[in-house]
Structures are given as C-alpha cells and as structure tokens.
C-alpha cells in the first residue's frame, strides 16, 4: 500500500480517521495525503450565485492543525486542499494522488440527511476505485 488519503476536517470522526491513516501508514511505511474540503453549495438565488459554506482558508487552517499532529507523531504527509462536494473532492484528490487507500471518519446521519445523499462517507463508497475504510 503505497499512498494513504484521509479527509480531515477537525471533527471527532475525522480527527479518529487521521489517527488510524497515521498507524497505517506508519506500519506500512505509505505515502500520506491530508485533505480537507472546503464545500461549495449553489445558491438558487439570483444568478445561481456560488456560497463557500466555509472558506478555503479555514480548510487550509485545518490542514496545518493536521500538520502539528503528524509532526508530533514524526510522520510527514503531503497537504492537499479541496473545493467542491466533499464526496467528489475526496474522491478526484484519491485518483489524482493514485490512492491505494481513503480513510474517512463518519457519523450516523439522521434519514432526511440520508435520503438527500448529505452522507459524504457513502459518496465516496459509491465513487472511489480504490479500497476505502470508513472509521467510526
């Protein structure tokens, strides 16, 4: 397994993703690459207006937060930020990076969320084309 992506955010979930990403890769001795995806949702406003839910640079806040982790854990990793659908972003940063493997974090979403397909962990399950785990 020669490169790892895990999608960080600084949630719970993903906070646990990143920390079994790092016993993998430090076991394995993989390629790591943080990613953290700054959402972007089409308003139906006037014009179809584009609204950043959160900004790149808060993603890019996230990532250096990821970085003071993995250098207190003395693992090196690539930084990857992304914008767009989390699922999609995540996805196109595995194939671009040649990902062996996702490790994404989830939490239980409740069934309206479901059924609107705001699960970003079955996103990527349904997309990926690499292996995919899915930490809880």
Do not use: W
């Amino acid at each position: 397994m020669k490169t790892i992506v895990v999608a960080y955010d600084e949630t719970p979930e993903s906070e646990r993703a990143l920390e079994r990403a790092v016993t993998i890769a430090g076991a394995l001795g993989s390629r790591l690459v943080v990613t953290s995806v700054a959402p972007v949702v089409v308003s139906p406003g006037r014009g179809g207006a584009i609204d950043a839910t959160d900004t790149p640079a808060d993603h890019v806040a996230e990532l250096k937060h990821a970085r003071e982790y993995l250098d207190g854990q003395g693992l090196q990793a690539d930084y990857v930020p992304a914008i767009g659908h989390p699922d999609v972003a995540i996805v196109e940063v595995a194939k671009e990076q040649s990902a062996d493997l996702v490790v994404i974090g989830t939490r239980e979403v409740g069934l309206v969320k479901r059924a609107l397909g705001q699960s970003v962990s079955e996103g990527v399950a349904h997309h990926v084309e690499c292996d995919l785990l899915i930490v809880h």
